[in-house]
């Protein structure tokens, strides 16, 4: 589905553009087309590949989906592949797609599965038309700006998730909530493991963008993409931080319920020992021994009961003392 | 055994060729042979090393089986060992080897112990003579594409088995089905193990293929190499990122034992303390004082009763309220 | 907020200049001006963008904060972020941002958040005439050297809560205490974690500005980076080192807690034993036989009193000898 | 003391050589010396020092032992040291040392408490004269190639072992089986250790025989020792991914036990239980409470054990029916 | 304090020089002075500056201490920090610091808190003529070979005291033996950290001085220094296997912890059933009800008792077989 075709010349919009009249467009010298996609089928895609001689291969990976994000150069044009990560309604993260194809005159978006559109990068872009007239390499520097830009929040929701478990695995608690913390701790765990998984390969991609050789499409823009770049490795480094501490906690988890259940054993060592007491002096009076003169007392048995309650007395403070019961 | 061989030129099949005739199209400019064997017997591999002059060291790998996925040159000669992966009937993984020779105009491919072969990567290569006329450095690329291609279902099924797993965990289960569980965990994670063996060498080995200095028959297929080393990575980064996964399951999975371990200890010694009151109770009025004003009672019987039974549902409530029982 | 800008030349301080003066000195030759801001608002920023020709991606990251530790180039002058990391009122580190750039004839920092300021830099540098006169590279050495020390009382105090951590995991202690240790490991974890997070940035930074190309300001100033390096990587190694024994620490934690829930199992157990040998005694004397001899014993009863006492003699001295109690 | 000296010419052997007659052979063109030494003292390692102008420090490594695999260049002579590893009589792994210098015409093996010789590598070597009229580049190659050809039946044996202790985590034993495992699973971890602890340096060394500048000797045999690297490589993945599965293993064998011992706290709780019952209904009626009428129930005491036994029944077959039993 | 000084010249002693006399030496062509001190003040190190024209930088390094290990040049003058390692007392590692300036003319020597000196060194240089004409590079390599070899011994006992450990995990034994094993599994981790802490850097500093550009100063010595190189990564090597070991240690530990547990358990509740079952059966004769035949038989009570005991024998057998008790 076709979602924006525009040119743009010296930073400032020429026309919204039909598809048909793109190639009118990409022959006017200073002249860039920029085209938007949403999940565009076959036929779509086929036109845009005669529109920019884009090549096979990444034509496939973007009707296929499922790609890392990586940025190859196909000629002088660089095929990106990005991941956008968002939180879902329950917490689970939602990912989608975005490709990006950047020529020397044109950028073409293509996303999937990705509510989130760039119509605001697109409404930024020409506002500022002094960075604008630098061309596609800034568009596309824009847009990944754009999609990393959007892991913040989601790994700042994580950040606060870890740190409200770290709390509640210090609270006392019951067998129910120990279980939902242990679920917990895992569900974060998987899910900083899912955003690893997809900024790990973005960050070496955007890597080469700023050192060494770069492609002539990002040459000029070392400081923006060495920004981008940054950002990347700020939540790359900030994820692993989380993900290191997770594991412990979930060990820590483990001595915590380790020394709930010890608490719980002596507690119940203690209370059925507050019971054997009684049983066993009942038991000695229960005997049936034809001589057993405590039995004829006139006070026998409330000293009897007194003697019980007594013992059970001192056995209580005691074992509430040593932090028992 | 002799699967198929055959001649190609200009991207079209010129003829099956009988092995004897191998040589007469081998001189012929622009034409290359496909051979294809499965489970070669000493003499059938002599034969083709005599035809391509194939160095004795790689005829070695090839025969003893066993060997770590690799490419290697051999002067203008590329040997390349790949491992297909395939689920067995229980499960297990059950790999195979497959070698290839390419050369500037020849491509011999030896497969052992699997199943699947590459009469579809002929057919497919057949249908696209533009590519076909590339020659052997397109066949290459294709074979190991097919190979690649054939992991994607194992990665998913035990994708699919840790998420089952992982669900598995934090049910409520008895015995024998936490012994399954830990067995599945442990088996799951001896899988991934395996094909990160298998897989990882050989991202390794593409790699060599794509940047950098590569083999002259590769030069111009890039793209394609790329293409497949991308392939590679993610599935090398998918069981990764699974197999990081199962090893906190393992760990989560001991704190689910330990918590359900905690709460039978609760239960019995809950159960416990419900016979122990009245038992102890009983005990005192077994007592043979003779003086025990409550035994003349007339309804000191059933008031005792009574006594036991508040207690004991008094108790109940308490240990239900605190989660024991 | 303006802290201080002077203008110095051949290593001595020439005048304290107002912010609209600056751009008379920087005109001057061998005369760098160097200023001190704290948490400037907008309109300062402007107004240093505008006197020192600042590139908007690196006042962005001023304002913004939140940066992770770098050294980047733009044109001739350096951008720096540093982290200062402080121990707050409750042991938690307390961490603040100050960036400094640093050009041929210019040095201009600005901290946020952070309480120490950098007098005490500027009141050295200006007793070191010899050295000041190296100009901007050599306060900019000045500066990452004086945050860089600041780390040192903080790993120290990270050290020695970690020996006393490592002393207690084999004290004998209660619930609480044992729950108070879990708390402390998994708090001191977390703070190395951080300061790691904030120290590794750094060192690779720092590194760039030692071997291979080094940026024009800092050439000839190779010993004094140097040092600054080896003193970061100390830090990182020590407490790369405290964070593997904290790991190890809490395994051996769980260790100690399982064996002290074995030693209440053994005495609970033990104790009860104790009470279950009279108990089975006095039963046995309770039954209603009407034939048992020693019932009729004159001095059944004692006798009786003193076989329990014998046994649980016996029992208790064989369990303290076990070590059961 | 010498075991074998012998001098060759174009792949064919001339003559047994005496100690004193070697320097003769050195200077014949085309002519190559091949000693063989086992556990030598000082006045034959002097000899050797002499007769190939052997360096110090070498001479040193080969007499102190103890040394870690590695291949050096001292001139044009590569010194090259050697582990052997074989299994002992108790399954321990037994480590002997082997030394090789070889220059452009001699090879000098020494070893040290291996038991297996290279008597057959000789043999060999002379029954392929094409190769060994290489020279001493082969002849090194042939003797690592054996050394690194004895590691393979004892990786194998170490995975069968693996294979072994993985089938008995799953199975249910006794304490001592249980504590036998827990040894057994070290003892394997411990031999895979060190047998990592030999080949990976080794693995190192030859890498640097395989690619880049290398050395004179072993110019034009580059496929030969890729195929030691190749070999190395796989037995040392082999090593490290059992040794994964070992770490694995031990975890969840810590899950096993502690399910075993939930198990037994269980069935021991149930046993309790069934005890309990009867016990605490026998108390009631054994309370002397003036009236009691079921006491003089005609069939009061059958009814009484008859609901006692229902009870106990009912307990018995939920408490199967759940599994603790 | 000046521990020694001598003027060398074609590898012999000239003369024990005075302090102020060190510059007439350093002017006589082939000629060097050797400086050992100790623990020097301020005063002294201002005279070796003065003398040898050292940097300020390293002269802060020397009497600041608490350097990590490494290896600086500043101009034609290489800077070593040396961290000695010993044994102390109660097994406690104990580290001191050795400085090593050497310039082409010239080596000073200045340790702290090492009780071992390098006059054994300086004898044996002094013996070796032909090895000291080379000069402070020989005389460096000697001091730091020196120090290297003084580490063998600590690996050696701390080896030891693994192995000794990993055979005491598997004994049998008290509470007060695990808890006292526990403690010493952490002792040995922690030294093994201590002491790969010291020798990591070391052995990249070494690695500069034996590839790649290597300092004036040591060229022509690179066979001796790759000796240490070699022997220092041995030592990190063993120490990481070992550190690896004793992590399994600690986790087979508990899982041997975990065992000891359930036996405990399994005994316990093995004596509870014990004195259950006849608990059970007095009770049962202790009814009070009219008709209960078995009371009236002439045996019944030793017939009572011959069940109980009975039933017991049979129980305990059971029991025994089934290893619980």
């Not at 279980?179 to 899910?191: E, F, G, Q, T």
């Not at 000029?220 to 060495?226: L, T, V």
């Not at 507690?267 to 059925?272: D, N, Q, T």
């Amino acid at each position: 589905m076709l979602i924006n075709c525009a040119a743009y010349q010296d930073g400032k919009k020429l026309a919204d553009v039909p598809i048909e009249a793109i190639s009118d467009y990409l022959v006017k010298p200073g002249c860039f087309v920029w085209v938007a996609l949403k999940d565009p089928d076959e036929a779509e895609m086929a036109a845009m590949k005669a529109e920019f001689d884009l090549h096979r291969l990444a034509i496939e990976d973007v009707m296929k989906g499922g790609q890392r994000p990586k940025i190859e150069e196909y000629g002088d044009t660089l095929f990106t592949v990005l991941t956008t990560v968002e939180a879902g309604e329950n917490g689970e993260l939602v990912t989608g797609q975005v490709n990006i194809f950047a020529g020397p005159n044109f950028v073409l978006s293509v996303r999937h599965r990705s509510e989130q559109g760039f119509q605001d990068v697109r409404a930024r872009c020409e506002r500022e038309p002094e960075l604008l007239k630098i061309g596609a390499g800034f568009v596309l520097y824009a847009l990944i700006d754009s999609v990393v830009d959007r892991y913040t929040p989601v790994v700042d929701a994580l950040s606060a998730e870890v740190e409200e478990l770290e709390d509640r695995i210090f609270e006392k608690q019951g067998l129910a909530a120990s279980r939902a913390l242990i679920a917990d701790l895992y569900s974060v765990k998987r899910r900083l493991v899912i955003l690893l998984h997809h900024v790990t390969p973005l960050v070496e991609a955007v890597s080469k963008l700023v050192g060494g050789r770069v492609p002539a499409l990002c040459t000029g823009m070392q400081a923006y993409y060495r920004d981008v770049y940054d950002h990347l490795v700020r939540v790359s480094n900030t994820v692993g931080a989380r993900r290191d501490m997770i594991v412990t906690a979930i060990q820590v988890n483990l001595g915590m319920i380790s020394l709930a259940e010890s608490e719980v054993t002596k507690r119940l060592g203690s209370f059925a020992a507050l019971f054997a007491v009684p049983t066993m002096i009942a038991g000695i009076y229960g005997m049936n021994f034809q001589i057993i003169p405590e039995l004829h007392f006139r006070y026998g048995y409330p000293a009897c009961l007194a003697v019980m309650a007594t013992i059970d007395a001192i056995l209580y403070l005691r074992f509430r003392k040593a932090g028992w019961l």
